[in-house]
C-alpha cells in the first residue's frame, strides 16, 4: 500500500460541546482533505476527542455524571457534528479506547527502556483548564499566562528529559523550512527553545481516572503525554503497517498548544522513541468573540450548526447551502498570524457580498444569459485570452496558497475567478453583442462558462454542495478531478443548461444588522419602489428647480425573481455605475425574470427607500401603463453606460 496523506486535528477535549473555534480547525483539515483527494492523494484524515485528564474528570462531576458515561454521551456530540458540518474524517480516535491505551504504555516503556524517563518530585503549579504545568515565574497576577486560576501541586513522578532534545529539535527546524507554520508561529517556538527546553512531568497521582503508568497503577499517565500519542496510536502503531500513514503530511491545530506542546513535545517525544516527525505542523490563530477568545470554558460559543440553520431561515438558501456559507467564511476568514474577530455582521455581510453578489450573480447572470442568447446550451468557440489568463491564475494561486496550507489565501484565489467573471461580463457586455449580431458572442458565453465550471471546481474543497448545485446548473457532473479544472475538456459543447435557480437569497439587513464597515460602502439608499405606475393627471405645476430633485440614473437588471407570497411584485438587482441596489417593482404581470434580466431600465435613485411584503427596495423605477393596467418599462432608445443620468 502507497503511504497515505496523512491530516490530523488535534483531538478535543469533551468538557462541552463543539463550537466554531474548534469546527475551525476541524474545517481548515477538510478542506486539506478534500484538496489533497481531488489532487488524486489517497488521504487518511484524523480527528478525535480527548478524554481523560482531571479537566474532563471535573466537568463529569460538575455535571453529576460517571465519567465514562459523561464522555461517552460528549464525544458522542464531536462525531455527530462533524459529518454534519460535511466533514469527512476517516478515523475518529477516543484516547478512552483500548487501541490508544496500548500505544501510550508501550510508548511510554520504550521510552522508560531507552532511559528517557527518571522518577523525581514535582513541586510547582498546575492549570486544569489548560492542563499545563507553570513555574512560579510564568504566573501572571497569581494566574495563568492564559488567565486561568492555577493549584499548587506537590507530587513523586516521571519526568520527561525533554531538555536532551533541544538541540536535534532545533537542527530539524533549521533544516525545514516547512516543519512550523506559519512563520511567525515558527520564531515564537524557536524563541521557546532558545529559552532552555525544561524536562517535563509526564505522570500525575492516580485519580482514578487517566491510563495507569505502565507498571505503576499509582500514577495515571499526564493527560498531554497520552494525548499526543493518538496521533501514532491510530496508525496502528505498535503493529506493523503504521508506516502507511505516519509521519503525517500535516498537523492542524491552534496557536495555544503549538508552542509547548504540539512544536517541542510531540517532536521530543517522536525523536526518543525514534519515530519520524510529522512534515508540517500549522498553528493557526484564534477566532475572537467581544474581545475573548471563543471556548467553552469562556461560555461565548457559536454553535456552527445553529450558525447555519439561523442562516437559512434569515435567507432562505437551503440548509446545505447555509453549511456551505459557514465553511466559506470560516475558510474566507480563517486567521492566521493575527486573531479574527467573529461578528454575526460580518457573517451576514460576507455572506451578501461573496456568496449572494459574487458567486450568486456570476452564476446567475451567466445562466440567464446563455439562455437568453445561445439557446440555453454550452457554446463552441474559443474562450477568450483573458479568461484563459484569469482561469490560469486563479489555479495556480490557489495552489500556491496550498503548499503552506493558506486556506484564506487559496480561498480568495477562487473568488478572483468570480470576481472577474462578473467584470468580465460588464465589460463584454454579451447583450451589446448580440444586439450587433457580434461573432464573438459564442466564445463570450464559453468564456463565462468556463470560468463558472472553474469556479465550481476551486471551491469544491470548501463548499462542497454548492459545487455540486452549480455543476448540476451548468448540466455536468460534478467537477472532482483537479487536473481537469480549467480545461476546455471540462465544458462539453452542446451541454444543455438548467434555468438559473439563485443559491443564496440576499440577506435582508436591518439598520441595527447593517455592517459598519462595508467593503464597498454604498450611498444613502433612497427611494420607495412603486408597485405599478398609477396614471395621475398633472395636478401642479413645479419648476425646474423641484424637478432637479428627482435623481434619474439609467442601470441593469442583473438578477430578477418574483416575490414569494405576492402575484405582482419583483425583487431586482439592479447595477448603476458602481454600485448595485435591489429594487423591487410590480411588474411581474408584464414581464418574466427572464425577460428582466440584462435589460437597460431607467431607475430613481434619491426616493426613501422603503419595505415591500417586507423585502427592502432601494429605488423606483419609471414605465408607463398600458391600457390593463399593466407596466411597460422605459428604457434608453440605444444603450448607455450604467449610471449614466438622465434629465
Ligand atoms: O487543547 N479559535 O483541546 P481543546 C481558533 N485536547 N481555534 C480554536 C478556538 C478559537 N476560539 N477554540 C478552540 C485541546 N480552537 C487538547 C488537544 S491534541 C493532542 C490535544 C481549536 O478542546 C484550536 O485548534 O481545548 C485549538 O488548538 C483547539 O481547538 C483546542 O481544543
Same mark, same amino acid.
Request: glycine share 6%; aromatic share 8%; net charge negative.
Given at each position: 500500500?502507497?503511504?497515505?496523506?496523512?491530516?490530523?486535528?488535534?483531538i478535543?477535549?469533551?468538557n462541552?460541546?463543539p463550537?466554531?473555534?474548534?469546527?475551525?480547525t476541524?474545517?481548515?483539515?477538510?478542506?486539506?482533505?478534500?484538496?489533497?483527494?481531488?489532487?488524486?492523494?489517497?488521504v487518511f484524515?484524523?480527528?478525535?476527542?480527548?478524554?481523560?485528564?482531571?479537566?474532563?474528570?471535573?466537568?463529569?462531576?460538575?455535571?453529576?455524571?460517571?465519567?465514562?458515561?459523561?464522555?461517552?454521551?460528549?464525544?458522542?456530540?464531536?462525531?455527530?457534528i462533524?459529518?454534519?458540518?460535511?466533514?469527512?474524517?476517516?478515523?475518529?480516535i477516543?484516547?478512552?479506547?483500548?487501541?490508544?491505551?496500548?500505544a501510550?504504555?508501550?510508548?511510554f516503556?520504550?521510552?522508560?527502556?531507552?532511559?528517557?524517563?527518571?522518577?523525581?518530585?514535582?513541586?510547582?503549579?498546575?492549570?486544569?483548564?489548560?492542563?499545563?504545568?507553570?513555574?512560579?515565574?510564568?504566573?501572571?497576577?497569581?494566574?495563568?499566562?492564559?488567565?486561568?486560576?492555577?493549584?499548587w501541586?506537590?507530587?513523586d513522578?516521571?519526568?520527561?528529559?525533554?531538555?536532551?532534545?533541544a538541540?536535534?529539535?532545533?537542527?530539524?527546524?533549521?533544516?525545514?523550512p516547512?516543519?512550523?507554520?506559519?512563520?511567525?508561529?515558527?520564531?515564537?517556538?524557536?524563541?521557546?527553545?532558545?529559552?532552555?527546553?525544561?524536562?517535563v512531568?509526564?505522570?500525575?497521582a492516580?485519580?482514578?481516572?487517566g491510563?495507569?503508568?505502565?507498571?505503576? =497503577? +499509582?500514577?495515571?499517565?499526564y493527560?498531554? /503525554? @497520552?494525548?499526543?500519542? %493518538?496521533?501514532?496510536? !491510530?496508525?496502528?502503531?505498535?503493529?506493523?503497517?503504521?508506516?502507511?500513514?505516519w509521519?503525517?503530511?500535516?498537523?492542524?491545530?491552534?496557536?495555544?498548544?503549538?508552542?509547548r506542546f504540539?512544536?517541542?513535545?510531540?517532536?521530543a517525544?517522536?525523536?526518543?522513541?525514534?519515530?519520524?516527525?510529522?512534515?508540517?505542523?500549522?498553528?493557526?490563530?484564534?477566532?475572537?468573540m467581544?474581545?475573548?477568545?471563543?471556548?467553552?470554558?469562556?461560555?461565548?460559543?457559536?454553535?456552527?450548526?445553529e450558525?447555519?440553520?439561523e442562516?437559512?431561515?434569515?435567507?432562505?438558501?437551503?440548509?446545505?447551502?447555509a453549511?456551505?456559507?459557514v465553511?466559506f467564511?470560516?475558510?474566507?476568514?480563517?486567521?492566521?498570524d493575527n =486573531? +479574527?474577530?467573529?461578528?454575526?455582521?460580518? /457573517? @451576514?455581510?460576507?455572506? %451578501?457580498?461573496?456568496? !449572494?453578489?459574487?458567486?450568486?450573480?456570476a452564476?446567475?447572470?451567466?445562466?440567464a444569459?446563455?439562455?437568453?442568447?445561445?439557446?440555453?446550451?454550452?457554446?463552441?468557440?474559443?474562450?477568450?485570452?483573458?479568461?484563459?489568463q484569469a482561469?490560469?491564475?486563479?489555479k495556480?494561486?490557489?495552489?500556491?496558497?496550498?503548499?503552506?496550507?493558506?486556506?484564506?489565501?487559496?480561498?480568495?484565489?477562487a473568488?478572483?475567478v468570480?470576481r472577474?467573471?462578473?467584470k468580465?461580463i460588464?465589460?463584454?457586455?454579451?447583450?451589446?453583442?448580440?444586439?450587433?449580431?457580434?461573432?464573438?458572442?459564442?466564445?463570450v458565453?464559453?468564456?463565462?462558462?468556463?470560468?463558472?465550471r472553474?469556479?465550481?471546481?476551486?471551491?469544491?474543497?470548501?463548499?462542497?454542495?454548492?459545487a455540486d448545485?452549480?455543476?448540476?446548473?451548468?448540466?455536468?457532473?460534478?467537477?472532482?478531478?483537479?487536473?481537469?479544472?480549467?480545461?476546455?475538456?471540462?465544458?462539453i459543447e452542446?451541454?444543455?443548461l438548467?434555468?438559473?435557480?439563485?443559491?443564496?437569497?440576499?440577506?435582508?439587513?436591518?439598520?441595527?444588522?447593517?455592517?459598519?464597515?462595508?467593503?464597498?460602502?454604498?450611498p444613502?439608499?433612497?427611494a420607495?419602489?412603486?408597485?405599478?405606475?398609477k396614471?395621475?393627471?398633472?395636478?401642479?405645476?413645479i419648476?425646474i428647480?423641484?424637478?432637479?430633485?428627482?435623481?434619474?440614473?439609467?442601470?441593469?437588471?442583473?438578477?430578477?425573481?418574483?416575490?414569494?407570497?405576492?402575484?405582482?411584485?419583483?425583487?431586482?438587482q439592479?447595477?448603476?455605475g458602481?454600485?448595485?441596489?435591489?429594487?423591487?417593482?410590480?411588474?411581474?404581470?408584464s414581464?418574466s425574470?427572464?425577460?428582466?434580466?440584462?435589460?437597460?431600465?431607467?431607475?430613481?435613485v434619491?426616493?426613501k427607500p422603503?419595505?415591500?411584503?417586507?423585502?427592502?427596495s432601494?429605488?423606483?423605477?419609471?414605465?408607463?401603463?398600458?391600457a390593463?393596467?399593466?407596466?411597460?418599462?422605459?428604457?434608453?432608445?440605444?444603450?448607455?453606460?450604467?449610471?449614466?443620468?438622465?434629465?
Amino acid at each position: 500500500m502507497s503511504k497515505k496523506y496523512t491530516i490530523t486535528t488535534p483531538i478535543y477535549y469533551v468538557n462541552s460541546v463543539p463550537h466554531i473555534g474548534t469546527a475551525l480547525t476541524t474545517l481548515a483539515a477538510d478542506v486539506t482533505a478534500r484538496y489533497q483527494k481531488m489532487r488524486g492523494r489517497e488521504v487518511f484524515f484524523l480527528t478525535g476527542t480527548d478524554e481523560n485528564g482531571l479537566k474532563v474528570k471535573e466537568a463529569a462531576e460538575k455535571a453529576g455524571k460517571d465519567p465514562m458515561a459523561f464522555v461517552d454521551e460528549i464525544s458522542s456530540k464531536f462525531k455527530e457534528i462533524w459529518p454534519g458540518m460535511f466533514i469527512e474524517f476517516d478515523d475518529f480516535i477516543r484516547t478512552t479506547e483500548p487501541r490508544h491505551r496500548i500505544a501510550v504504555q508501550e510508548f511510554f516503556r520504550i521510552l522508560q527502556e531507552k532511559g528517557h524517563i527518571y522518577t523525581g518530585t514535582y513541586e510547582g503549579w498546575y492549570d486544569v483548564s489548560s492542563e499545563t504545568f507553570y513555574k512560579e515565574s510564568d504566573l501572571v497576577d497569581g494566574k495563568s499566562p492564559d488567565g486561568n486560576e492555577v493549584r499548587w501541586v506537590k507530587e513523586d513522578n516521571y519526568f520527561f528529559r525533554m531538555s536532551s532534545f533541544a538541540e536535534p529539535l532545533m537542527a530539524h527546524i533549521d533544516a525545514n523550512p516547512n516543519f512550523i507554520l506559519p512563520e511567525t508561529r515558527k520564531n515564537e517556538v524557536v524563541s521557546f527553545i532558545k529559552q532552555g527546553l525544561r524536562d517535563v512531568c509526564i505522570s500525575r497521582a492516580n485519580p482514578g481516572w487517566g491510563i495507569p503508568v505502565p507498571g505503576d =497503577d +499509582s500514577q495515571v499517565v499526564y493527560v498531554w /503525554f @497520552d494525548a499526543l500519542i %493518538n496521533y501514532i496510536a !491510530a496508525t496502528g502503531w505498535p503493529k506493523p503497517g503504521w508506516e502507511d500513514y505516519w509521519p503525517a503530511e500535516v498537523q492542524w491545530m491552534g496557536k495555544d498548544i503549538l508552542t509547548r506542546f504540539h512544536a517541542t513535545l510531540w517532536p521530543a517525544m517522536l525523536l526518543g522513541v525514534g519515530l519520524p516527525l510529522p512534515e508540517t505542523l500549522v498553528g493557526h490563530a484564534w477566532l475572537l468573540m467581544g474581545g475573548e477568545k471563543i471556548s467553552k470554558s469562556k461560555g461565548n460559543v457559536v454553535a456552527p450548526l445553529e450558525l447555519a440553520a439561523e442562516l437559512s431561515e434569515r435567507s432562505t438558501c437551503a440548509l446545505d447551502v447555509a453549511i456551505d456559507a459557514v465553511r466559506f467564511y470560516m475558510a474566507a476568514t480563517l486567521p492566521v498570524d493575527n =486573531d +479574527s474577530v467573529f461578528t454575526y455582521e460580518e /457573517f @451576514d455581510r460576507k455572506y %451578501n457580498t461573496d456568496l !449572494a453578489n459574487d458567486l450568486g450573480n456570476a452564476l446567475n447572470r451567466s445562466l440567464a444569459m446563455s439562455h437568453k442568447f445561445v439557446g440555453g446550451s454550452v457554446p463552441g468557440g474559443s474562450v477568450e485570452e483573458e479568461a484563459v489568463q484569469a482561469i490560469a491564475k486563479a489555479k495556480a494561486d490557489f495552489e500556491t496558497a496550498m503548499v503552506t496550507f493558506r486556506i484564506d489565501h487559496a480561498t480568495d484565489a477562487a473568488w478572483s475567478v468570480v470576481r472577474f467573471l462578473n467584470k468580465y461580463i460588464d465589460t463584454r457586455a454579451p447583450w451589446a453583442l448580440a444586439k450587433n449580431n457580434d461573432p464573438a458572442l459564442p466564445g463570450v458565453i464559453r468564456s463565462m462558462l468556463l470560468c463558472l465550471r472553474t469556479a465550481e471546481g476551486l471551491v469544491r474543497s470548501i463548499m462542497p454542495k454548492t459545487a455540486d448545485a452549480i455543476a448540476a446548473q451548468l448540466g455536468s457532473s460534478p467537477l472532482t478531478d483537479w487536473s481537469q479544472i480549467g480545461t476546455e475538456g471540462s465544458l462539453i459543447e452542446g451541454t444543455a443548461l438548467s434555468q438559473p435557480k439563485p443559491i443564496f437569497p440576499r440577506l435582508e439587513l436591518t439598520k441595527k444588522e447593517e455592517p459598519k464597515k462595508m467593503e464597498q460602502p454604498k450611498p444613502q439608499p433612497t427611494a420607495t419602489p412603486i408597485p405599478a405606475q398609477k396614471e395621475e393627471a398633472v395636478a401642479t405645476e413645479i419648476t425646474i428647480d423641484d424637478f432637479a430633485k428627482v435623481k434619474l440614473k439609467v442601470g441593469r437588471v442583473l438578477e430578477a425573481e418574483p416575490v414569494e407570497g405576492s402575484d405582482k411584485l419583483m425583487k431586482l438587482q439592479v447595477v448603476i455605475g458602481e454600485e448595485r441596489r435591489q429594487i423591487v417593482a410590480g411588474i411581474r404581470k408584464s414581464y418574466s425574470a427572464e425577460d428582466l434580466i440584462s435589460r437597460q431600465v431607467i431607475v430613481c435613485v434619491n426616493l426613501k427607500p422603503a419595505k415591500l411584503r417586507g423585502v427592502e427596495s432601494q429605488g423606483m423605477l419609471l414605465a408607463a401603463t398600458d391600457a390593463d393596467g399593466g407596466a411597460i418599462l422605459l428604457q434608453p432608445d440605444k444603450e448607455a453606460p450604467e449610471g449614466t443620468g438622465v434629465k
